[in-house]
C-alpha cells in the first residue's frame, strides 16, 4: 500500500540583509540534496516559487530582507527533511550572510550645456573615463559567445552534443572541487567557487540546456548561450543588485562551460561593420586589441576603474569611454544609434536636429582646437622661462611608435610588451618579438625606445603561465614577480631586444619592482643573454641602459640604493597610486579614493624625482597622471624630465608645457603639498598663473561680424569657445556655467538689438571682451522685447585683486549703448580689425 505523503510548510521572513542571493541559495540547496523530498520556497510578496534543488531557481525568486516566504516539504523523508531546514532557516540562514559596506555613491556632477538642455532629448548621466564624443550604433558586447564558425552550423547528432554538455559540466564539476580542496582561500572566495559548484551543477540549467538540445536541436553551445540568456533575464530582473549581480556567477560557468568544449570562443573577436558604440560589462585588454578601431566610435563599460588596462588602450587610441551609467539595458537597444558624449560625461539616446547641430559645432571646434595643438608637432616642449621637458608616448605595438612619431612623439617611453601576450595560447616566440621590436626602434629613427619587459598579473592574465589561485592578484605574482618561475621567456624576450637594439636607440624597463635583488636577477640574465649573442656573433647595444618602474611605494626610499644597479627611473603612476593609496586602480567604486592630486601622492613623486637627481638618474613618468595637463604645472614643479602619454595627448601636453614658469611651478607644487585636500589642491591649480595672463581684453579673433548662432544657449557656447581657442580658458564648461549663473538672475539683453551677458569668473585667464553680429537676429528676453542682433560677452577674472574692472567696463559699455552713433557703428562697421580699435577707444580699454 502506497504511503502518501504528508506536507509540511512552514512560514519565515527572509532575514538576509541581502535577500536570498547565490551564497546563501547555495547553502540551502546543498542541504535539500541531502533529501529525497520534493523542496520549494514561495516568496509571497510576488508570488514566485523556487525549486530548492536549483539555486538559480531560489535566487530568481528574488527574496528581499523582510519578505515573507513559504517553505514547503513534500515526500517520503519530508519529516526528517522539513526538521533540518526549519532548523537551517531559523539558526543558520540569518548568519548567511552579512551586510554589504556601503558603496561611495559620490560621482562627478553631470554638466549639460545649455543647448541640449533646452533641445528636448533624453539625457543619460555617466562618468567619463576617456574624453572626447563618439557617434554610432550599439553592440552589446556580451561575455559569452559561441566560436564564429557554430553560427552558420546545422546541427545535430544529439546525443554527441549532450556528451560534450555533460563532460563538460563534469569537468567544471571536478575543477572546482579542485580548486575548493586545494585551500589557501578566502572564505568569500570559497564561497564563490561553491556558488559556481552549485550552478555548475544546477539541475534546473542543466535541464534546460538538455532539453533546448532535444527538443530545439540547439548545439551544445547555443543551448548553454541560449539558458544563460534564459536564466540571466530573470535574475537581471531582481529588485536586489546582489542578485542581479549574480548574472556575473552564471556568466561565469557558462563561459567555463563554453571554453571546456570550444577553447576560446567568438567574443575575443568581435566584428564590427559601421560607426559603432560598444557596451559591455567589461572588456578585455585581448577583446579591445581585436575590435576594429576605425569602425570604434566609443565604448561603454559597466565595471572600470580609470586606469585599468583597457580604459588606457582605449585612451590611447582615443575611444571616448564612459562608465557608471545606471540601467543601461534600460536605456539601449542594439543597432540604436546613440551619441556618447565623454567631455561632458552623458549618452544622448536621441538625436534630433538641435543634437545634429551642437555635434557638428563640436567638431568644428574640435578641428580647430587639434589645428592648434598639432602646432606643437615639431617644436620641442619647454616651459615659458626655457625649461625643457622630454614628451614621449606610451605605445604597445610596434605600429603604435609609427604613430606616435608622426604626432610628434620624442620617442616611446613606456612600450608595454604584454600587450603582445595577451589574447593568445602561448607567448610570442624570439623571432616574432624580436621583428616587433626592431620595427619599434626603426620606426622611432635614433629616438628612444624604452622597452617594458613583460608585466603579466594582475588584471593582465594569460592562460599559459598559470600561477596558483591567489586572494589578492595585484599584490601578488605580477610583473617581475614571476621572472624566476618563467625565466625562459624572460631569455626570449631580452633576447629579442637586445637584438633590437643594434637597429635603434633602445632601453630595457622592469616592471614592479620592489627590491635590489629583483634589478640584480634581471641583470644576470641579461648579461646570461649578452654572452650567448657575444658567442654567436650577433650585434647587439652592449651600453644599453637598464631601468626600473616605480609603482610599488618603498622604492621612493632607497633610491639612492638602487642607483648603484640601475640606469634609470621611470614612475608608473597608475600603480603607485594604487599602492600607495591603496587603492584598486580597476574598481570604480573606490574610484573617487583614487586621486593624482593627493598633497601624499605629490609628495612622494616630489621626493623620487629629488632623490633620482641627487644620484644623477633620468626620470620620466609613464602613468596616467602624467597626461593630465591639469597636473602639468605640479610635475614642472617636481622637475620631471620627461614625461610618457597617450598618443593623443603629446601635443596637447607640449602646448601646455610653454604656458608655464618653472620657478612659479616649484612653488605651486610646495603649496599643493601643504595643502590639506586634493580639492585645495585644485583651487591651487586653477589660480595659477599662465603666460598670457596679461594679453589685451580684446583681439581680432574674438570678433566674429558673421556669427551663425541660432539661440542665446548657442551664443554663450560659440563665446566660451573662441575663448578657448584664444588660450584664455581651459574650462569652457566652468566659464558657461559663470555667464549662465547671471543670465538666469536677469536677462542681460539691454535693449537697442544688444546683449551683454557678462560674468566674473575663475576660469578665464585675462579680461576678455568678446563681440559677435549675428546673421540673424535671436530672441534673448531683452528689456524693450526686441530680438538682439550684437552681443558683446566679457569675462573678468575673479582674482582677489579684481577690483572694479568689471563695473567700470560693463557700465562704460551700457552708456555707449544708449548712443545710436555707438550702436550705428557697429551694426555697420566692416572688418574685425576696426571693432578692436573702435572699442578700445570708446571703453578706454588698456591691458589688464
Ligand atoms: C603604471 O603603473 O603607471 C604603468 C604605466 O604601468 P601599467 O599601467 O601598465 O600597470
Ligand atoms: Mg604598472
Redesign the pocket.
Known amino acids: 500500500m502506497s504511503v502518501i505523503p504528508e506536507k509540511y510548510e512552514y512560514q519565515f521572513v527572509c532575514p538576509l540583509p541581502n535577500g536570498f542571493h547565490a551564497r546563501p541559495a547555495s547553502r540551502f540547496e546543498q542541504l535539500v540534496c541531502n533529501f529525497a523530498s520534493r523542496v520549494s520556497v514561495q516568496n509571497l510578496s510576488n508570488g514566485k516559487i523556487a525549486n530548492a534543488r536549483s539555486i538559480l531557481s531560489l535566487v530568481s525568486a528574488d527574496i528581499k530582507q523582510g519578505d515573507e516566504c513559504v517553505l514547503k516539504v513534500v515526500g517520503d523523508d519530508c519529516n526528517v527533511a522539513y526538521q533540518e531546514l526549519v532548523r537551517f532557516v531559523r539558526e543558520e540562514l540569518p548568519t548567511c550572510d552579512e551586510a554589504l559596506p556601503q558603496v561611495d555613491e559620490s560621482r562627478q556632477e553631470t554638466f549639460v550645456p545649455h543647448v541640449l538642455r533646452v533641445a528636448g532629448v533624453e539625457i543619460v548621466p555617466g562618468k567619463t573615463v576617456v574624453s572626447g564624443f563618439g557617434r554610432g550604433r550599439v553592440v552589446f558586447v556580451k561575455s559569452l559567445a559561441c566560436p564564429v564558425e557554430l553560427d552558420d552550423s546545422e546541427v545535430v547528432d544529439v546525443q554527441a552534443e549532450l556528451q560534450k554538455v555533460d563532460e563538460a559540466i563534469e569537468k567544471q564539476q571536478s575543477d572546482l572541487k579542485v580548486k575548493l580542496g586545494a585551500g589557501g582561500m578566502s572564505t568569500m572566495e570559497r564561497d564563490v567557487f561553491k556558488a559556481h559548484l552549485s550552478i555548475a551543477n544546477d539541475v534546473e540549467l542543466i535541464e534546460k540546456i538538455h532539453s533546448l538540445i532535444e527538443e530545439k536541436g540547439l548545439c551544445a553551445g547555443k543551448a548553454i548561450l541560449e539558458s544563460f540568456s534564459c536564466f540571466s533575464d530573470i535574475l537581471g530582473k531582481a529588485e536586489s543588485v546582489l542578485i542581479r549581480e549574480r548574472v556575473v556567477d552564471l556568466r561565469d560557468v557558462c563561459s567555463q562551460l563554453l571554453t571546456q568544449i570550444y577553447g576560446s570562443t567568438a567574443n575575443d573577436h568581435i566584428v564590427l561593420t559601421e560607426p559603432s558604440v560598444c557596451v559591455a560589462d567589461d572588456l578585455t585588454p585581448s577583446q579591445f586589441i581585436n575590435l576594429d578601431k576605425s569602425l570604434l566610435s566609443a565604448l561603454i563599460l559597466t565595471q572600470v576603474g580609470s586606469?585599468s588596462?583597457t580604459v588606457?588602450l582605449a585612451r590611447s587610441f582615443g575611444i571616448p569611454t564612459l562608465t557608471g551609467i545606471c540601467n543601461i539595458d534600460g536605456h539601449l537597444a542594439a543597432g540604436q544609434e546613440v551619441v556618447v558624449d565623454a567631455n561632458y560625461g552623458f549618452l544622448l539616446t536621441d538625436i534630433n536636429d538641435q543634437v545634429e547641430r551642437f555635434y557638428h559645432r563640436r567638431q568644428r571646434h574640435h578641428d580647430l582646437q587639434q589645428e592648434q595643438i598639432n602646432a606643437y608637432r615639431d617644436r620641442p616642449a619647454q616651459t615659458y622661462d626655457g625649461k625643457r621637458l622630454e614628451v614621449m608616448a606610451?605605445v604597445a605595438t610596434a605600429g603604435e611608435v609609427k604613430a606616435a612619431m608622426e604626432s610628434g612623439a620624442e620617442g616611446v617611453g613606456?612600450f608595454?610588451t604584454e600587450m603582445l601576450f595577451l589574447s593568445r595560447d602561448h607567448a610570442p616566440s624570439e623571432q616574432e618579438q624580436f621583428h616587433e621590436y626592431k620595427t619599434a626602434a626603426e620606426f622611432a629613427a635614433g629616438r628612444p625606445v624604452i622597452i617594458r619587459t613583460f608585466?603579466i598579473g594582475?588584471d593582465k592574465t594569460v592562460n599559459y603561465m598559470q600561477t596558483a589561485a591567489e586572494d589578492n592578484p595585484v599584490l601578488g605574482c605580477r610583473g617581475v614577480r614571476v621572472y624566476k618561475q618563467y625565466e625562459d621567456l624572460l631569455e626570449d624576450q631580452l633576447r629579442a631586444i637586445l637584438r633590437a637594439s643594434a637597429f635603434g636607440h633602445v632601453k630595457i624597463m622592469i616592471?614592479m619592482v620592489t627590491c635590489i635583488e629583483e634589478v640584480q636577477y634581471v641583470r644576470s640574465v641579461l648579461q646570461k643573454v649578452q654572452s650567448k649573442l657575444d658567442a654567436a656573433s650577433i650585434a647587439y647595444d652592449a651600453d644599453i641602459s637598464l631601468g626600473i618602474?616605480v609603482?610599488v611605494p618603498s622604492v621612493a626610499f632607497f633610491i639612492p640604493q638602487l642607483a648603484e644597479v640601475i640606469d634609470f627611473l621611470s614612475?608608473?603612476?597608475?600603480?603607485?597610486t594604487q599602492y600607495f593609496l591603496a587603492v584598486d586602480r580597476c574598481n570604480g567604486q573606490v574610484s573617487s579614493l583614487y586621486q593624482s592630486r593627493h598633497p601624499g601622492l605629490l609628495g612622494i613623486i616630489r621626493k623620487i624625482i629629488d632623490d633620482a637627481h641627487q644620484h644623477g638618474l633620468w626620470v620620466g613618468m609613464?602613468?596616467?597622471m602624467a597626461g593630465q595637463v591639469e597636473c602639468l604645472p605640479l610635475l614642472l614643479g617636481a622637475g620631471i624630465d620627461e614625461v610618457s602619454v597617450s598618443i593623443p595627448y603629446v601635443n596637447e601636453v607640449k602646448a601646455g608645457c610653454c604656458e608655464y614658469d618653472s620657478t612659479q611651478c616649484r612653488g605651486l607644487l610646495q603649496q599643493a603639498i601643504e595643502a590639506k585636500t586634493p580639492a585645495q589642491v585644485d583651487a591651487i591649480l586653477l589660480g595659477c598663473e599662465h603666460h598670457g595672463s596679461d594679453r589685451s581684453v580684446i583681439d581680432v579673433s574674438l570678433v566674429d561680424l558673421e556669427a551663425d548662432c541660432v539661440s542665446k544657449q548657442e551664443v554663450i557656447q560659440y563665446v566660451t569657445d573662441r575663448l578657448c581657442l584664444n588660450g584664455r580658458t581651459r574650462n569652457c564648461r566652468g566659464l558657461e556655467d559663470d555667464f549662465w549663473k547671471r543670465e538666469s538672475v536677469y536677462s542681460t539683453g539691454l535693449g537697442y538689438g544688444f546683449a551683454v551677458p557678462h560674468c566674473k569668473t575663475p576660469h578665464i585667464r585675462a579680461n576678455s571682451i568678446c563681440v559677435l553680429r549675428l546673421r540673424e537676429p535671436i530672441e534673448w528676453d531683452s528689456i524693450d522685447s526686441k530680438p538682439v542682433k550684437i552681443v558683446i560677452a566679457m569675462t573678468i577674472r575673479d582674482v582677489q585683486d579684481a577690483g572694479t574692472v568689471h563695473m567700470q567696463i560693463f557700465s562704460k559699455l551700457a552708456r555707449s549703448i544708449m548712443h545710436e552713433d555707438f550702436r550705428r557703428h557697429l551694426e555697420t562697421i566692416k572688418n574685425c580689425d576696426e571693432v578692436v580699435a573702435y572699442l578700445h577707444q570708446k571703453l578706454e580699454l588698456g591691458c589688464e
Open positions: 586606469t588596462h588606457i606610451n613606456l608595454r608585466d594582475g616592471p618602474m609603482e614612475i608608473g603612476t597608475n600603480d603607485l609613464c602613468g596616467e
